[in-house]
């Protein structure tokens, strides 16, 4: 995994209280939504303000930001744009 995507796993855990698992056991590119992790709205606002004060990014409530929220690897693409 690329640095961002595990510090954005590290995040995820630590910020949302997902223990026990790890940051490694969180794949890249499986839903935060829906899926194994079926993370809810309150845990979309729980990441998306731990996305606004780790990385300085903010994103808006609207369609793109739940494309952007799809998985760890759908976030770190969207930080990386925005740092270019």
Not at 76 to 84: D, E, K, P, Q
Request: hydrophobic share 45%; proline share 5%.
């Amino acid at each position: 995994m690329d640095d961002t995507v595990v510090r954005l796993a590290k995040v995820l855990v630590e910020g949302l209280q997902l223990q026990p698992l790890t940051p490694a056991d969180i794949d890249p590119d499986e839903p935060l939504f829906g899926g194994r992790l079926d993370l809810d709205s309150v845990d979309a606002l729980e990441l998306v303000i731990e996305i606004e004060r780790h990385f300085g990014v903010q994103l808006q409530d609207d369609a793109e930001s739940r494309k952007i929220l799809y998985s760890l690897r759908t976030i770190a693409l969207h930080l990386g744009s925005r740092a270019s």
